[in-house]
T-cell receptor, first 113, second 114 residues
Framework: GQQLNQSPQSMFIQEGEDVSMNCTSS?????WLWYKQDPGEGPVLLIA?????ELTSNGRLTAQFGITRKDSFLNISASIPSDVGIYFC?????????????FGTGTRLQVTL | NAGVMQNPRHLVRRRGQEARLRCSPM?????VYWYRQLPEEGLKFMVY????????ESGMPKERFSAEFPKEGPSILRIQQVVRGDSAAYFC????????????FGSGTRLTVV
């Protein structure tokens, strides 16, 4: 099946720094989603991308749909302590039920003051 | 306007017992999805249901696991004769339409099998 690999696996950054993370797949995705999961909670949708090359922002977050359709990137500018959590990319498979999502392995972000 | 409600939040079961996890979708949502998350891993799809129908159960283990979404009441994920490997966080999500990929997740039920 389709797999999504995220890097880095984890990162420690200082408050105020910018963060970049990416998600790659061995096969094409037609939709990319980025979620954030806080400890003990369910994932919350941050950004959805529907078109190759698309660049979308949500506050301090910016995500891009790679032109090969096999990758996506998430940037967080001027990080703050509440950015701590696990960031997952996700997308629906090209075959089977359109509503089923494949999730990436996650990037754990920790912010130090 | 309540979100997706899951209960219980935490569930402890002994090996061999049954676990019943409940999910009430958001108001107006008739599509429900169940995912499982093992420690330090991403979420894995289990099953997709609409009212009274299972649409896709390709992620459900072949034995001991079942799911339903009756006409009235919450969706139920049932695990019979639980084993230690069933310990995980189980998340439910709902959407208004089947094509809404960015659906809303609940806070999950953390199942611990002792």
């Amino acid at each position: 099946g389709q797999q999504l690999n995220q890097s880095p696996q984890s990162m420690f950054i200082q408050e105020g720094e910018d963060v970049s993370m990416n998600c790659t797949s061995s096969s094409i995705f037609n939709t990319w989603l980025w979620y954030k999961q806080d400890p003990g909670e369910g994932p919350v949708l941050l950004i959805a991308l529907y078109k190759a090359g698309e660049l979308t922002s949500n506050g301090r977050l910016t995500a891009q749909f790679g032109i090969t359709r096999k990758d996506s990137f998430l940037n967080i500018s001027a990080s703050i302590p509440s950015d701590v959590g696990i960031y997952f990319c996700a997308g629906p498979p090209n075959t089977g039920t359109a509503s089923k999502l494949t999730f990436g392995t996650g990037t754990r972000l920790q912010v130090t003051l | 306007n309540a979100g997706v409600m899951q209960n219980p939040r935490h569930l402890v079961r002994r090996r061999g017992q049954e676990a019943r996890l409940r999910c009430s979708p958001m108001k107006g949502h008739s599509h429900v999805y169940w995912y499982r998350q093992l420690p330090e891993e991403g979420l894995k799809f289990m099953v997709y249901l609409q009212k009274e129908n299972i649409i896709d159960e390709s992620g459900m283990p072949k034995e001991r696991f079942s799911a339903e979404f009756p006409k009235e009441g919450p969706s139920i994920l049932r695990i019979q004769q639980v084993v230690r490997g069933d310990s995980a966080a189980y998340f439910c999500a709902s959407s208004r339409r089947g094509s809404d990929y960015g659906y809303t997740f609940g806070s999950g039920t953390r199942l611990t099998v002792v």
